[in-house]
């Protein structure tokens, strides 16, 4: 079935460092892609999504490339700062069904440290 | 302001108690869906529903029920079958079904004592 793998966390940066969060995935079809962030105690939000192959989806400096030969979506940004300490989280939507099911990483922890 | 609403945020119940977590929306939106957050697992799907009046299992619907009366709707009932209820609980909503963006609620957190 369809799945989605991330990196392992916590990840640790010191502020201005560059990010990448592994995310790859398995499923049939051509679902859309998604990367969600989580404040402490609060819900899921979207940070950026991808509908097909090559697309690139960007939202507050993070950017991620739908790569269908490598069935990834690492999430990338060029200058962490504190306040993106959070917990991420790669998605993919299960088109099977149509049932509009998104299957999710576990999600991985970024401390940025000032 | 448009967006999804659940409460309360923090919510208490006694062993073998059922509990209704509340979840509204005024996004206008036929899907909704109810996810279950635990340390390190990401979420998982409990039910989901694509239009009034009707509603499917996820992958884990056991001890748990809702319902779908409304559009703006779908309260879920937490019964005393759930074997580990303490958890996070996230409703979400999209346009339609079939690959829309989810839009989430800040959650509820239910603990059981």
């Known amino acids: 079935g369809n799945s989605v793998t991330q990196m392992e966390g916590p990840v640790t940066l010191s502020e201005e460092a560059f990010l990448t969060i592994n995310c790859t995935y398995t499923?049939?079809?051509?679902?859309?892609l998604f990367w969600y962030v989580q404040y402490p105690g609060e819900g899921l939000q979207l940070l950026l999504k991808?509908?097909?192959?090559?697309d690139k989806g960007s939202n507050k400096g993070f950017e991620a490339t739908y790569r269908k030969e490598t069935t990834s979506f690492h999430l990338e940004k060029g200058s962490v700062q504190v306040s993106d300490s959070a917990v991420y989280f790669c998605?993919?939507?299960?088109?099977?069904?149509?049932?509009?099911?998104?299957?999710f990483g576990q999600g991985t922890t970024l401390q940025v440290k000032p | 302001d448009g967006g999804i609403t659940q409460s309360p945020k923090y919510l208490f119940r006694k062993e073998g108690q059922n509990v209704t977590l509340s979840c509204e929306q005024n996004l206008n939106h036929d899907a909704m869906y109810w996810y279950r957050q635990d340390p390190g697992q990401g979420l998982r799907l409990i039910y989901y529903?694509?239009?009034?009046?009707?509603?499917q299992k996820g992958d884990i619907a056991e001890g748990y029920s809702v319902s779908r009366e409304k559009k703006e709707s779908f309260p879920l009932t937490v019964t005393s079958a759930q074997k580990n209820p303490t958890a996070f609980y996230l409703c979400?909503?999209?346009?339609?079904?079939?690959?829309?963006?989810?839009?989430f609620g800040p959650g509820t957190r239910l603990t059981v004592l």
């Open positions: 499923a049939t079809g051509y679902p859309s």
């Open positions: 991808a509908t097909k192959a090559d």
């Open positions: 529903s694509q239009i009034v009046n009707d509603f």
């Open positions: 979400a909503s999209s346009p339609a079904g079939g690959g829309d963006t989810q839009y």
């Open positions: 998605a993919l939507s299960d088109h099977s069904g149509n049932t509009g099911k998104l299957i």
